[in-house]
C-alpha cells in the first residue's frame, strides 16, 4: 500500500485549526487510513491505491474538513475558461489515443509542496497509470511553450530533440528508447508500434515524448509560474480522473486552473472536467446494510461530512447523490453504503453480540473440503492455480473456440487476460510444468470458475468446480471412470448416467458426459492428442471435471 507523511504544522495550516498528533493518529483511521508510524510532529499513513486523492496532504485535509465539521458537502474549484489549444491528430490513434489538458497559473508553491508535487505525479502514474501504460503525466513550463500544441505520432526516427537530464544531446525518439535511462524502462510499452506519440508547440518544439521524457525546453524550475500540464493515455476515463485529482490538488495549494479545448477529429473535448457525477441511491438499502434506521435528514448530513452532496431523490426513498470529481474509487451502491457509515461514524454504529453461537463454515467450503479427503484418499495430490487465465492457453490450445466470458480490459500481464471457465485447462498446465517428475502424476483442483449469466447482479456467477487429471503410460478412461465412481459414492450418489459425448478436450469415443437428473454435470475421458501435442505432454491423460454445485 502507498504511504504519506504528513507534518502536524502543514495539516494544522490546511485545516485552519489546532490539531494533535494524538488526535490525528485517531481521526485519520475514521476517515479510511491506515497509521503506519507516528513521530512527535508528523504522522505516516497509508492509503488504498483507489483513493489517489490522499496521496496529498491537501486531499486528507480536504476529507478532515468534512469530519471536523469544518467544510462540508461537495467541495467548489475555481475552473476559468482559457483560449489554450491542443489539436489532435487522428494518428495518435494507433499507439496512444487519448489526451487531456491543464492551465495552471499562480505557481509559488514552497519546498513541500514542491516535492508533494512530485510525489503526486508517481503517485498518479502507479495507481491510476499502471506504470505510465495506461496514464502518463507531463508537467511543463508554459511560459517557454508557444500555443496552439499539436499531440501526434510519427516515426521512430523522423525528429530529434533533446530530452530531460540528457543536456546537450539531440536524440532521435528510437534512441532515447534506447539510450536515456527512462527511455530504456518504459520502452516495452511501445514495443512494436510503427508510430510514437509526441506533442509540439506552434513552432514545431517538442513538448514532451508520452510516456517518456519530456523535452529539456519546457523543465520546471525555481522560476516557474505557469504549468501547463498534460495526461495521456489508453483510456480516456483513467485520463481525466488523473487530470482532475492533480488539478483540485494545485487549487487546495492556491493555484489558478484553466481550461484547455482538445481538438479531437471528433468534436472538442474541454478539460479539466470538475462537474460531479450523479448518482441515485436507495435509503432501504443503505439502512439494510448498515442495520441501522437512519432518516433521511441523517444519511444526507453523513453524506455532506464525507464531502459529497444530497437531497431527496424524485422516486420516494431514494437520494440523489453528488460525488466529488476527485473520487473514481465508487462503482456500486454498497460504496455509498460504505461512505455513509465514514460520516455516521463507525464509532456509532451500535456494537452486538452474534446470534446462535460463532458461526460455522459456508456450505461450500464444506463441500470443498470433503472434496479434498475423498480425492487425497484416492491417491491425488492438490494443486491451486488463479481464477485469471489466458484466452490462449484455455481455449485455443484446448481446441476449443472462445466463447463468451470475462475479459480483463487492462490486463497487467497477458498471461491474465480473462477468467477461467474450467480447471481442466490449468491442470494441463501443471502437468506440462512438472513433466519432468517421475509418473504416474494423479493431480487435482477444487475452486472456482466464473460463468456469465445475466440473471446475477453482476452479470457474472460463480461456480465450484473439481477436476483431476491422471498422466501416465497407460492413462485411459476406465481409470477417469473408476475415479468418477468412487468419488459419487462416497458422496452418497448412486443414481447417475454416464453417457456417450462429444467434448473438444477428449478423443473421440473416449470421452462422456455425467448426468443427474438428465442435468449434466460434468465430463471425463482421454484428453485428445492434438492437445497433448499442444502442451508438450508425451504421455496419455485422463480426465474428469464436475461442477459441485447440483451436489451442495
Sequence with gaps: M????????????????????????????????DVDEVHEDSI?????????????????ARSLKGYYDIET??????????????????????????????????????VDQVATLMNVQEDLHWAIGRDRKKVAIGVHDLD?????????????????????QMPGYQLTLAEILKQHPKGVAYAHILKDAAVYPIIFDKNKNVISFPPVINGTLTMVTDDTKNLFIDMTGTDMKAVNFALNVLCTMLAD??????????????????????????????????NSYLGLKLPEADIIKAFRKVRFDAKPGKRKGTLDVLVPCYRGDLMHPVDMTEEVAIGYGYFNLPTTLPQGGTGKYHPKLQAQALVRKIL???????????????????????????????????????????????LLSGLLQNLQDNK????????????????????????????????????DRDAEYTNARSVLDAFLEMHGIDKYEVVPAANPFGMDGRTADVLIDKKRIGTLGEIHPEILVNFDLEFPVAFLEINLEPLI
Design 2 to 33: 502507498p504511504t504519506i507523511e504528513i507534518t502536524l504544522q502543514r495539516m494544522q495550516k490546511l485545516l485552519g485549526k489546532p490539531v494533535t498528533i494524538k488526535e490525528l493518529e485517531m481521526d485519520l483511521q475514521w476517515i479510511s487510513l
Design 44 to 60: 505516516k499513513v497509508e492509503y488504498n491505491p483507489n483513493r489517489p486523492d490522499f496521496s496529498s496532504p491537501e486531499g486528507i
Design 73 to 110: 458537502g461537495l467541495p467548489t474549484f475555481q475552473l476559468k475558461g482559457g483560449d489554450y489549444k491542443i489539436n489532435v491528430d487522428p494518428a495518435v490513434n494507433m499507439v496512444r489515443p487519448f489526451i487531456a489538458t491543464a492551465i495552471v497559473r499562480g505557481i509559488n508553491l514552497d
Design 144 to 164: 517557454k511553450i508557444v500555443p496552439p500544441f499539436t499531440y501526434t505520432a510519427v516515426k521512430p526516427d523522423a525528429i530529434k530533440f533533446e530530452p530531460l
Design 253 to 286: 495549494m492556491g493555484c489558478k486552473i484553466e481550461k484547455v479545448s482538445n481538438l479531437y477529429p471528433d468534436g472538442p473535448r474541454i478539460t479539466p472536467n470538475f462537474a460531479p457525477a450523479e448518482w441515485s441511491v436507495d435509503e432501504e438499502y443503505i
Design 376 to 422: 487425497t484418499g484416492l491417491g491425488f495430490q492438490e494443486v491451486l492455480n488463479f481464477v485469471l487465465t489466458n484466452k490462449e492457453k484455455s481455449f485455443t490450445a484446448t481446441r476449443r473456440k472462445w466463447k463468451d466470458g470475462v475479459v480483463l480490459k487492462n490486463p497487467v500481464s497477458k498471461e491474465y487476460d480473462t477468467t477461467r471457465q474450467d
Design 436 to 471: 519432468h517428475e517421475s509418473i504416474p502424476i494423479n493431480i487435482f483442483e477444487v475452486g472456482d470458475v466464473i460463468i456469465l449469466d445475466k440473471n446475477e447482479e453482476t452479470g457474472a456467477r460463480r461456480d465450484i468446480h473439481v477436476a483431476c487429471v491422471m498422466y
